[in-house]
Every structure is written in structure tokens, then in C-alpha cells.
């Protein structure tokens, strides 16, 4: 009898200390549009975070403590954002990747500085992300006048002489990347011939296709989402227009590809070199592959500021937001996607963007030579 109590004391006792385990889980979070319009990019992002919380925690975890990981919804709207930032905020989780879209990151970065969570954008490449000297804002991607300028380059030396539109969806990232574009198109000494706006969410182009085809454009360069540009580039086809389709890296998904079919041959975008292809990735895309999960887009970018983050958080010996930004601003950090340092504001101090054609079979490729 005496024996069976010793069991069951001891047994209570483990299931203590593993509760007791399990309490000191740290919670993260990713978020980003894991529903609506954008939803593939939301995908990445989960992809890319749940299997770098599972290798983190495989090696170990971080300073002795097991991640969990929170996902969170905010359909790339940003009242619904900052919901989610305050969400976040009040479970005091220290750090959060995402969001996608600059119009839900720039809102909820508020709200995040406010409750202390450290947030790092895989994909927010709106500048006004940096430019708001806000303590906990960082990103391991580039931004718009670096990716716009690109753009610009490539138009210049490719369509000198040519007819030029610029279309932009009204969002912080689509208005802005076409605005950046603009600029350095002007400043290089072309001046678009038509420059128009649409609502994110419309599926009739067929007025703005009828303009590009009275005004002979050889190229019209959208600031937007995958969704709205396969949609014009199908409408362009259909009034026979040539055509070419430019955009930046919201198109980095096999998605515009099953929008567009065989017909969005030929269209161009701006995007950082292929992270899949990098030597610092080849395990992590076999894992990913053997899971039956193509790393594309975002994946690895989420997967990376996972990295960071845990990274720089052994460095400070802690996962106080602020003493993790202060280690991540002043160290240098090993990532799928390649070394990683910031400046003062956020910004990585890598930054090359080229471009990428799409061909018939729905798959795209880097031009080599980043546009050349």
C-alpha cells in the first residue's frame, strides 16, 4: 500500500514538473493573411514558421525554454491587424513575424511598441515601415524605393522608347511600389504615358485595358496583388493586347500562375534572389519538400526571421523585446536566406533585388543578371 502511494506521489509529481515545463513555453506569434485574397502569402508565412519553431526547439530551444507558436489571422485589413497586434500585445508575447501587407504592419507595429513585442516583417516593403523611428520595427526583407528602382532600371534599358503605364491598387504597398517605380522612371528621363488607379478587390479591368490599347502600351508596370494583376493581364489578352505585365514581388506565387494560365507567359517581376537556390537553404528546402511543401515566396523569409529573433535572444540571454532588438541591431545573424545585419532603424543592410520572368508551365525564373 505504502508502495502504490510512493507511485502515485511520484507520478503526480512528473505530472507537475511537465505542466510546470509546459507553463514556461514562450509563445511567438506569426501573423499574417491566413484567409482572404492574400491568403497564399499567409500560408508561406505559417509554413516558414512552423518549421522553424520545430527545428529551433529540436536544437534546443531558446534559453532553455521550449517556442510555441500562435497564429494569427488579419486578412491583410488593418483594423483587423491591430486587433491582432492588441491580441498579441495582452498575452505578452515578446515577438511576433509578420505581418504580409504594409497596410496591416504599419498599424499594428503601433500597438506592438506599445505592449512590447518586437516585431520582424518577412514581407512589409513599405519604407514608411522604418521611417517612424519606432523602437521594435525590423524586417528581413528590402523596401519599395530599392525594389521600385529596379523596376525602374529594367524598364529603362528594356522599353526605352516605348509606351509606359503605371497602374497601382490604392494600398500602402501597391500605391507606393508604383510610386517609387514612377519616380525613378521620371528621373531617368521617362515620363509614363497613363497613370491610373483601381480598388484592390475589382475583377472588371476592362476599361483600364481599353485605355492601355488606345494608348499603345508596350508595358504597364502594377502596383498590386497576384489576384488583381493575373485579372488584367487575362483582360488584356482577351482585347489582344501584347502587352507586357511588370509588378513586384506580391507575385512571387505559383497562384498568379493558376489565374492566369499559359497566358501570363512572359510577365515580369521584381523579387530578392531566390532564396531556394541559396546553399545556406538546401537542407531546410529538402525538409521542406519532403513535407510535400514548396518553400516559395515568403516561406523562407518567415523561416528566417524566426532565426533572428531566437538567435538574438540567446545573445541578450533573454526575450525582453527590447534587449532582443538591441543584440539583433548590433550582431550579425546566420539565416536561410543569408547573413543578416540592420541599421538603426530596421532596415537589413543586404539589399538586392532582380528580376524574375514567368514562363508557360507556370513556374518563373531569375533574368540573369538581375534584369540585364
Known amino acids: 500500500m505504502k508502495s502504490l502511494k510512493l507511485i502515485g506521489l511520484a507520478f503526480g509529481a512528473s505530472i507537475a514538473l511537465s505542466s510546470a515545463a509546459f507553463a514556461q513555453d514562450v509563445t511567438i506569434a506569426v501573423a499574417g493573411p491566413m484567409t482572404g485574397g492574400e491568403s497564399a502569402f499567409g500560408r508561406q508565412m505559417k509554413n516558414g514558421a512552423d518549421m522553424a519553431v520545430a527545428d529551433i526547439n529540436a536544437a534546443g530551444g531558446v534559453n532553455g525554454k521550449k517556442l510555441a507558436l500562435d497564429v494569427e489571422d488579419d486578412a491583410c485589413d488593418p483594423k483587423q491587424a491591430r486587433s491582432v497586434a492588441e491580441k498579441i500585445s495582452s498575452a505578452r508575447m515578446p515577438f511576433v513575424a509578420g505581418h504580409y501587407c504594409s ?26 515601415f522604418t521611417e517612424r523611428k519606432l523602437w521594435n520595427v525590423a524586417r528581413v526583407c528590402g523596401r519599395d524605393d530599392q525594389q521600385g528602382l529596379i523596376a525602374a532600371q529594367y524598364i529603362a534599358k528594356n522599353f526605352k522608347g516605348k509606351n509606359i503605364a503605371i497602374l497601382n491598387d490604392k494600398t500602402t504597398y501597391g500605391k507606393g511600389l508604383a510610386d517609387e517605380t514612377k519616380k525613378a522612371l521620371n528621373k531617368a528621363g521617362i515620363t509614363e504615358k497613363m497613370y491610373e488607379s483601381y480598388n484592390k478587390g475589382d475583377k472588371d479591368f476592362n476599361a483600364i485595358v481599353s485605355r492601355l490599347k488606345r494608348d499603345n502600351i508596350d508595358l504597364v508596370y502594377v502596383g498590386g496583388y497576384h489576384q488583381e494583376s493575373g485579372l488584367i493581364l487575362r483582360q488584356m489578352r482577351d482585347q489582344g493586347l501584347k502587352t507586357v505585365l511588370m509588378a513586384g514581388d506580391a507575385l512571387a506565387d505559383k497562384e498568379y500562375a493558376s489565374i492566369t494560365g499559359p497566358a501570363g507567359e512572359g510577365t515580369l517581376f521584381t523579387f530578392g534572389p531566390d532564396p531556394r537556390n541559396k546553399p545556406t537553404a538546401k537542407k531546410i528546402v529538402e525538409a521542406f519538400k519532403a513535407k510535400g511543401i514548396d518553400p516559395e515566396g515568403y516561406t523562407l523569409y518567415t523561416y528566417a526571421a524566426m532565426q533572428v529573433w531566437s538567435q538574438a ?36 543592410k543586404q539589399i538586392d533585388y532582380v528580376v524574375y520572368k514567368w514562363d508557360a508551365k507556370g513556374g518563373y525564373a531569375e533574368i540573369v543578371g538581375g534584369g540585364t
Open 103 to 128: 497596410s496591416s504592419s504599419i498599424p499594428a507595429s503601433e500597438a506592438y511598441a506599445d505592449g512590447n513585442v518586437l516585431q520582424i516583417t518577412p514581407a512589409s516593403t513599405n519604407p514608411l
Open 313 to 348: 535572444a540567446k545573445k541578450a540571454g533573454s526575450t525582453d523585446a527590447k534587449k532582443v532588438m538591441a543584440a539583433m541591431k548590433a550582431g550579425k545573424w546566420d539565416t536561410v536566406i543569408g547573413p543578416i545585419e540592420y541599421d538603426a532603424k530596421g532596415d537589413i
